[in-house]
C-alpha cells in the first residue's frame, strides 16, 4: 500500500489560511489522493480528493504536484470549527481500502 | 449527519464475551467498510464487502468476522473479546465503484469498552 507522510501537528490563527502538507512519493499513476478530516469525537468526514489537477470545493482546495509526489490540503480561512484530524490518503487502484496514516492534527487559535 | 448508522453507540462487556455491532449503509451505497480506532493505533482498515460479498481485508483478527446482508446492512462480530479489543469500530459506507474518486461516508462509530 503506498504511504503518506504528513507532520503530527500544525497551528493556525482563525480567519487566516491553513497550508497542509503530505508526501506521498511511492505514489502509482492511478492513485488518486483523498482527504479527510476527523472532528473530535465524530467518525471521519470527507473533505476532498483529487487526481493530478488542483481541486476546488466549498470546504477547501486542493494543490497537487506535477510530480504527484505530494500535495497541499488548503483551507483559507480557519475556523474553530476546523481544529481537528487531518488524513492524507491514496486510494489505491485495484484495491478497495482507504488506509488512513497518522494525520494532522490542526489547532485553531482565537 | 454523514447517513451511515452505527448501533449501539456504547457498549461496555466483560473479557471473553462476543458482541456484534451493527452498521446501516447510506441509501444506495454498496459497499461497506469497518475500521478499528484505538488510541495507540489510529485508524485501522478491518474489511470491506461490496453487495454481500468480502472485497478486501486489512488487519483484521481471526476472532472477529463481518458480513454484509441483502439488504446491504453490515455486522462485525467480535468475539472472545480481550481487553485490548476496547476501541472506537466506524463503520463507513460508498457509492457503486464510479473509479477510484468515490468518497466514504462515515458512521459516529461504536465505542467499545471491555472490561
Known amino acids: 500500500d503506498a504511504k503518506t507522510t504528513q507532520p503530527n501537528s500544525m497551528e493556525s490563527n482563525e480567519e487566516e489560511p491553513v497550508h497542509l502538507p503530505c508526501n506521498h512519493s511511492?505514489?502509482?499513476?492511478?492513485?488518486?489522493i483523498h482527504w479527510y478530516r476527523q472532528l473530535p469525537s465524530q467518525g471521519p468526514e470527507y473533505v476532498i480528493h483529487?487526481?493530478?489537477s488542483n481541486v476546488n470545493n466549498r470546504m477547501a482546495s486542493l494543490a497537487i504536484a506535477e510530480d504527484r509526489k505530494s500535495s497541499t490540503l488548503i483551507l483559507h480561512r480557519a475556523t474553530l470549527r476546523d481544529a481537528a484530524v487531518y488524513y492524507c490518503i491514496l486510494r489505491t487502484s485495484g484495491t478497495y481500502k482507504y488506509i488512513f496514516g497518522t494525520g494532522t492534527r490542526l489547532k485553531v487559535l482565537a | 449527519d454523514s447517513g451511515v448508522t452505527q448501533t449501539p453507540k456504547h457498549l461496555i462487556t466483560a473479557t471473553g464475551q462476543r458482541v456484534t455491532l451493527r452498521c446501516s449503509p447510506r441509501?444506495?451505497?454498496?459497499?461497506v467498510y469497518w475500521y478499528q480506532q484505538s488510541l495507540d493505533q489510529g485508524l485501522q482498515f478491518l474489511i470491506q464487502?461490496?453487495?454481500?460479498?468480502?472485497?478486501a481485508k486489512g488487519n483484521i483478527l481471526e476472532r472477529f468476522s463481518a458480513q454484509q446482508f441483502p439488504d446491504l446492512h453490515s455486522e462485525l462480530n467480535l468475539s472472545s473479546l480481550e481487553l485490548g479489543d476496547s476501541a472506537l469500530y466506524f463503520c463507513?459506507?460508498?457509492?457503486?465503484?464510479?473509479?477510484?474518486?468515490?468518497?466514504?461516508?462515515f458512521g459516529q462509530g461504536t465505542r467499545l469498552t471491555v472490561v
Open positions: 483529487g487526481l493530478t
Open positions: 464487502y461490496y453487495n454481500g460479498e468480502e472485497r
Open positions: 463507513a459506507s460508498s457509492a457503486p465503484e464510479a473509479g477510484w474518486g468515490t468518497e466514504a461516508f
Open positions: 441509501s444506495g451505497d454498496l459497499s
Open positions: 511511492t505514489i502509482s499513476g492511478t492513485d488518486y
